[in-house]
């Protein structure tokens, strides 16, 4: 590239540089395959550097890429239309140029020069041309200043922008008093000062005052000129760029502006949700009084008319109670304020449960209740339980309802694995009910709508079970489907990614010994469900749809180890059945048993004429794989009647002279929780309060064994009476349970970020007020007469060593010496981690030992140690003196059962 063509370029990407502002224009050329660059403008950077770097490819008409013109600067920028259409033109400018050299390379050498020159005046002439034209369009003027001849010069741009005459002669000091006194002026007088001793160049942002009084914000750019290390020369660019500025503060106003809405929006929003969870203590807080006085009612003597007037009022409350939740639910999902709480449950008691909860629905309708787990279904899933139980409970509640007979069915089946690693389930609920036509099924999605509003008044709802449902599945990734024909029944499916695991399987013992079973049941999908469930074990079944069948079948010869038996059957039932077979063939040769599957578990009659037909085992409908096969093992280890999973019946109430404090600020509710409170705890001693003070003054004369504590109260509110009873001296170790109409996401949090142990809601329901009591209750043994708590009693607290004979039922006395050798050892290793984690506030740590030990702890009867072992599990954050209270209970507690199983093992030695 001869010298010619690289001025040529130094002032194309001079002019390049005016026209967007930037600090460098480099124009890239393929010269004989060799790269050379050319800078025009500024001190040059990398591109590293460049916060702003756009290029633009060189190209011939025939295609040839010729080199690229490049700008960069430090600062970020953005061209705007003009300036790209500009840019565009020098490109084409530059290509052309480009094109001209390399064509007048191939001149003759004596014709090449005189081209250049001729080339160079025309190029000047355009570019002159084109930079008066862009510098008239951005507003931009030059500027020089002769340092040697004390001269200076603007450009006719730059005098426009100061609203001088054409005629005007600059001088460096006056064009220094244009700028604004203050921050301005000294910013350019320390730019000139530098620049002139450094040849540091600026570029700033500046705000001057025109010649006619107007202000204005302008871009200056200089640059200096040295020689023999003395400053000779100034020149640069001056740009008006009020409208920028101007643009630029509206942005900010907006942005001011915005966040004022925002935060506007969001005080809306807690309003919102504050007014949400009064309403719903509001309206919860007489139902809660209907529910729970009419379920104590109906647990006194009634005769058979007054047990059916209350039992309709408290089936109507609860449907009223239903509603608020629903509707409550839709608010919350459409306010964005529901959220997903993810955690690790059993799949298989996950899908008994919900069948448990509609089957007594089911069954008083007559119907079938199926639960269909498929057997390759992963034992264990991360999901929400209470939400996708909510959709699960909606779905065949619905089943229930639009069904008159037939059968409902739960199933659950593995769809395959994601690349994710995570697993598809699907869930299905099927029933045998009316059916919906296809025009409308879409309908019945849509808020507040069933299929037509004759189905509204004939069966009742909110018509937003499903609505609520789709929304909840949203939020997992899903959407519900049906395929539904009119008079044939309807299925409603959805399909759920989950993260899964799977578990060791489980030994039954002495399941090879059965090899053939008689499944009786008039249900052709519970036959099959059944027979699924056998094929597992390599069991071999033979169906037959009626006792006749199954009468006949014997009467062939054909014997069997088992013999499932369906209670309800058309004709002849189950127990007939039995009865019949027990007439004309006896107790089979080689058979281990009967077992009667039916669908109610309190039914009298059943269970006398069982005992009288020597039925082994009653298993309740739906049959869930587990309880199948536990029900087989239990009979042939002839433990009659008896289920592997079968937990101790709980005494009803709570011995020990207790003191209760009750906080309750509604006095049906203060009547409720008193009376629930003295069914499960006949000698304790109750304290009421009225609102949080009348609590705290109550907690200074007298520390109570346990508070029930209401949230929402008058004056002082549960949350602040609970913070100030915990800054009281021993008021840390009373267990607080809180008290609540509402049931917003986050409020158990709130409870026990406030310091409460834990959290159950209204009504009181007995059995769910007994379990906190047994879970955070220890009783205090006193002396005296009185007394009646043995030393045996009171050991038990610590370690019951009933609830592991329970456990292992059957087994001989090695078994458990040897369990627990291996439960002292673990428990010590335990301790020490603990200690270690407790010093290095490790709370992930603590929380898994906490779990380990909780685990063990419940099998082993180590029921103190199982509660303090839940707080750990349940750790948030280290909060004194409450986290050093509950290391140092669990070391205590650790050191007293290891010392009590130690004690055992050398009784059994003995």
């Excluded at 140029?97 to 050498?109: G, S």
């Excluded at 077979?581 to 009659?605: K, N, Y």
Aim: hydrophobic share 40%; with cysteine; glycine share 6%.
């Amino acid at each position: 590239m001869n010298a010619i063509l690289q001025e040529k370029l130094n002032r194309q990407t001079e002019l390049a540089s005016l026209i967007c502002n930037v600090q460098v224009a480099t124009i890239s050329i393929i010269d004989d395959q060799q790269q050379s660059v050319v800078v025009a403008s500024g001190v040059p950077i990398t591109a590293r550097e460049a916060a702003f770097h756009i290029t633009y490819d060189l190209v011939s008409s025939s295609g040839e890429l010729l080199g690229t013109l490049s700008l960069l600067d430090k600062a970020p920028r953005h061209l705007d239309a003009r300036q790209q259409k500009l840019m565009q033109i020098i490109a084409g400018e530059v290509t052309a140029e480009i094109i001209d050299h390399n064509r007048q390379e191939a001149l003759q050498n004596s014709e090449r020069d005189f081209r250049a020159f001729f080339e160079l005046e025309k190029d000047l002439k355009r570019t002159r041309e084109i930079l008066e034209r862009t510098s008239q369009l951005s507003r931009i003027g030059g500027w020089e200043a002769d340092l040697v001849n004390k001269e200076m010069f603007w450009s006719d741009i730059t005098k426009e922008i100061h609203e001088v005459p054409p005629d005007f002669n600059p001088t460096l000091s006056a064009a220094v008093g244009f700028y604004k006194e203050g921050e301005s002026r000294r910013k350019i007088t320390a730019a000139l000062k530098e620049i002139i001793e450094t040849g540091q160049p600026w570029d700033l942002e500046l705000q001057i005052v025109t010649a006619m009084g107007k202000e204005r914000w302008v871009r200056a750019i200089g640059n200096a000129e040295f020689e023999n290390g003395k400053c000779k020369r100034l020149y640069g660019t001056f740009q008006d760029i009020s409208v920028a500025k101007e643009t630029e503060r509206e942005l900010i106003s907006q942005k001011v502006s915005l966040a004022a809405a925002k935060q506007q929006a969001e005080q809306a929003s807690l309003a919102k949700s504050e007014f949400l969870a009064n309403m719903s203590h509001e309206i919860r807080t007489p139902l809660n009084g209907v529910i729970g006085f009419t379920e104590l009612v109906l647990k006194t003597d009634l005769n058979e008319t007054q047990h059916q007037y209350l039992s309709i009022v408290n089936q109507s409350a609860n449907a009223l109670l239903s509603i608020i939740n629903d509707i409550l639910d839709f608010s919350k999902i459409e306010s964005g304020k529901l959220e997903l709480d993810i955690d690790k449950y059993d799949l298989y008691e996950f899908s008994s449960q919900v069948s448990d909860i509609i089957s007594y629905q089911a069954q008083h309708k007559g119907l079938e209740m199926l639960l269909n787990v498929a057997t390759n279904l992963p034992r264990f899933a991360w999901f929400d339980e209470v939400r996708l139980k909510q959709i699960l409970i909606n779905l065949l509640g619905n089943a229930v309802k639009f069904t008159s007979n037939g059968e409902i069915e739960l199933k659950v089946t593995p769809l395959g694995m994601k690349e994710d690693g995570k697993a598809r389930i699907r869930f299905e609920v099927r029933d045998t009910g009316i059916g919906i036509k296809p025009e409308k099924q879409y309908k019945i999605f849509e808020a507040f709508r069933q299929e037509d509003a004759s189905t509204t008044k004939r069966y009742g709802g909110t018509g937003l079970g499903l609505t609520i449902s789709n929304k909840l599945l949203a939020l997992m990734g899903s959407h519900l489907q049906i395929k539904s024909n009119i008079n044939e029944g309807s299925t409603f499916y959805f399909d759920i990614d989950l993260a899964t695991a799977e578990a060791p399987a489980d030994k039954w013992e002495s399941l090879e010994k059965i090899r053939q079973v008689l499944i009786v049941d008039d249900n052709d999908n519970n036959r099959t469900i059944l027979k699924e469930m056998l094929s597992l074990k390599d069991i071999a079944c033979t169906e037959a749809r009626s006792g006749f069948e199954a009468l006949d079948t014997l009467a062939r010869g054909d014997r069997y180890d088992v013999i499932l038996m369906d209670y309800h059957m058309p004709y002849m039932d189950g127990l007939e059945t039995v009865k019949k077979i027990r007439h004309h063939f006896g107790r089979l040769p080689g058979e281990q048993g009967v077992i009667l599957l039916h669908s109610s578990a309190d039914d009298e009659r059943i269970i006398k004429v069982c005992d009288q037909l020597d039925i082994g085992l009653r298993m309740v409908k739906p049959i869930k794989i587990n309880e199948l096969y536990n029900s087989l093992s239990m009979l042939i280890r002839k433990e009659k009647r008896a289920k592997r999973h079968k937990q101790e019946k709980e005494e009803q109430w709570i011995g020990g002279r207790l003191n209760i404090l009750i906080v309750e600020d509604n006095p049906v509710n203060m009547l409720l929780a008193t009376t629930v409170v003295k069914r499960i705890a006949h000698d304790a001693r109750i304290y009421e309060a009225q609102d949080g003070i009348e609590a705290v003054r109550i907690c200074r004369g007298k520390i109570p064994d346990l508070i029930l504590m209401d949230v929402q109260m008058p004056v002082m509110n549960g949350y602040e009476a609970t913070r100030k009873i915990r800054e009281m001296t021993g008021g840390q170790r009373i267990p607080i349970i809180a008290l609540t109409a509402g049931n917003l996401k986050g409020e158990r949090e709130k409870c026990i970020e406030a310091g409460m142990n834990d959290f159950i809601g209204k009504p009181l329901v007995q059995q769910k007020l007994l379990h906190l009591f047994r879970k955070w209750l220890t009783v205090v043994i006193e002396d005296g007469p009185g007394t009646l708590t043995t030393e045996q009693e009171a050991k038990d607290t610590h370690f019951d060593m009933g609830i592991l004979e329970a456990y292992l039922v059957g087994e001989d006395r090695s078994v458990l010496n040897q369990l627990l050798k291996l439960t002292i050892e673990e428990l010590k290793l335990s301790v020490v981690e603990l200690q270690s984690a407790a010093a290095a506030v490790d709370i992930r740590k603590i929380n898994r030992i906490g779990h380990k030990i909780r685990g063990t702890s419940q099998i082993i009867g180590l029921a103190k140690l199982a509660r303090i072992a839940d707080q750990l599990d349940t750790l948030t954050v280290k909060r004194e003196p409450e986290f050093g209270f509950l290391i140092e209970s669990m070391q205590e507690e650790s050191a007293l059962v290891i010392r009590l199983m130690e004690e055992q093992i050398a009784k059994m030695g003995n």
